[in-house]
């Protein structure tokens, strides 16, 4: 079965760095879309970055832009995000997300996983 799982979260002071990883297995991961959500108490998950499935291709949050960094290892399984800079409002649990393909044309198969707690102190 299909499975993500995060890990690289912690605590961390303001400007500091994380780098979370995601480990996939269950499909053929470079057939995968991959991204990052985050989510914080209260509010809604909102889209971090994507990375394309070759890794050619990223997409970002303007929160982020130029402080995180999404990349990928098809070799491996693994998608990665490197947060540098960090803020109190990158306070969040972030969350590991994978689109790929189905058996069916048009349709398409999306995974979460379990998250991992970032917390940043002022």
């Known amino acids: 079965q299909v499975q993500l799982v995060e890990s690289g979260g912690g605590l961390v002071q303001t400007g500091g760095s994380l780098r979370l990883s995601c480990a996939a297995s269950g499909f053929t991961f470079s057939s995968g879309a991959m991204s990052w959500y985050r989510q914080a108490p209260g509010k809604e998950r909102e889209l971090v970055a994507a990375i394309t499935r070759r890794g050619e291709g990223t997409n970002y949050a303007d929160s982020v832009k130029d402080r995180f960094t999404i990349s990928r290892d098809n070799a491996n399984n693994k998608v990665y995000l490197q947060m540098n800079s960090l803020k109190p409002e990158d306070t969040a649990v972030y969350y590991c997300?994978?689109?790929?393909?189905?058996?069916?044309?048009?349709?398409?198969?999306?995974?979460w996983g379990q998250g991992t707690q970032v917390t940043v102190s002022s």
């Open positions: 997300h994978a689109l790929l393909p189905s058996d069916y044309e048009n349709r398409y198969l999306e995974h």
